[in-house]
């Protein structure tokens, strides 16, 4: 299978909601798509002006300075202690190590990638892109042989679940039987609401309660577009096993994957700042407290969802149903089918839009109760 293969991108096919919506006397309150509407902090912005004398070719493996600083935020905010510039890799966004991934691991026909049920379908996407076999499963026990790349995402998009130390124990003590590489999705881990998770820390795959201070094979993946408003900026890393680190710097030198000096700059001002992470949580958590009792308000049930960007939400009924009850409304939800086929009657909404709009949906909800 190559690009040409690929199926048309599913978003287009919310078009027609998304016109309904925008019909709306009041506007379309917009909560399809976790695109970030806040400011990029101050101190961000900043350093990317002051960097913008960028007249040479980056490299691939990220300046010194940005190497040291997700080393020193994996120690500060992920409790993963010991990692030095062997151990991280700056990467041009999550999204396109996501796809690129089994590529970059010499995947092919035969080889099973498994990703979790709800799931981002950019794992998936990747793993035909290289003819390699996608498996849906959350439990590790039953992922197949041939598997040589498990994806776990926690918390996950769309479903806001969080793995803890014993669930990603299993999924690393799985994956190492198989001779997989386990390779985590962390990018929402700043996010947590319930209990017990807006007060501990969510675990990372890299935590030496889950590695016991062995990281072979495993990766975690992150990006600062949630926590800091850099989804324009393309500013993520990986961080793990330094032997596939190597390998994929190898590999990512020869696709010409260098992210801009400036944004390199950028990403050590924002690892290094606690403070606008704690003030983008709260805009979330402000947001999250009108929308989620008038969604369960209208008759939807509310699962997982315990941490990250989104609401996961169903009514009993067919998603793209559910969609249209709600862009009759001016709410542009997006529909579960796209997150895989085990959630058909499931929708996802966005934390990503203004106070002001996530109030005007929270009051068309109540008054269509």
Known sequence: ????????????????????????????????????????????????????????????????????????????????????ADHVLPTVG?????????????????????????????????????????????????????????????????????LDVAALRAAVARARELGAVLVSDECYAELGWDEPWHWTRIPSSLDPRVTDGELRGILSVYSLSKQSNLAGYRAAFLAGDPELVSRLLTGRKH????????????????????????????????????????????????????????????????AWESLGRLADLGILAGPGHFYGTHFPQHIRLSLTATDERVAAAAARLSASV
């Open 255 to 318: 696709l010409g994957l260098m992210l801009p000096l400036p944004v390199q700059a950028a990403m050590v001002a924002a690892l290094g700042d606690d403070r606008h992470v704690v003030e983008q949580k709260e805009r979330y958590r402000r947001r999250r407290d009108v929308l989620r009792p008038a969604v369960e308000a209208a008759g939807f049930r509310i699962d997982g969802s315990e941490a990250g960007l989104y609401l996961w939400a169903t009514e009993g009924r067919d």
């Open 94 to 162: 999550s999204k396109e190590f996501v796809a690129l991934l089994p590529l970059l691991l010499d995947l092919g026909p035969g080889d099973v990638v498994v990703h979790p049920r709800a799931a981002y379908p950019t794992y998936e996407v990747g793993a035909r892109l290289v003819g390699a076999t996608p498996v849906a499963s959350d439990d590790p026990a039953a992922w197949p042989v041939g598997t040589r790349l498990a994806w776990v995402n926690s918390p996950g998009n769309p479903d806001g679940r969080v």
């Open 1 to 84: 299978m190559g690009v040409a293969d690929l199926a048309d991108y599913p978003w287009d096919a919310v078009a027609p909601y998304a016109a309904l919506a925008r019909a709306h006397p009041d506007g379309i309150v917009d909560l399809s798509v976790g695109s970030p509407v806040d400011p990029t902090p101050d101190v961000v912005a900043e350093a990317l002006r002051a960097a913008t004398d960028a007249h040479a070719y980056p490299q691939t493996v990220g300046t010194p300075a940005l190497r040291s600083a997700i080393a020193q935020w994996y120690a500060h905010r992920r409790g993963v202690p010991g990692l030095t």
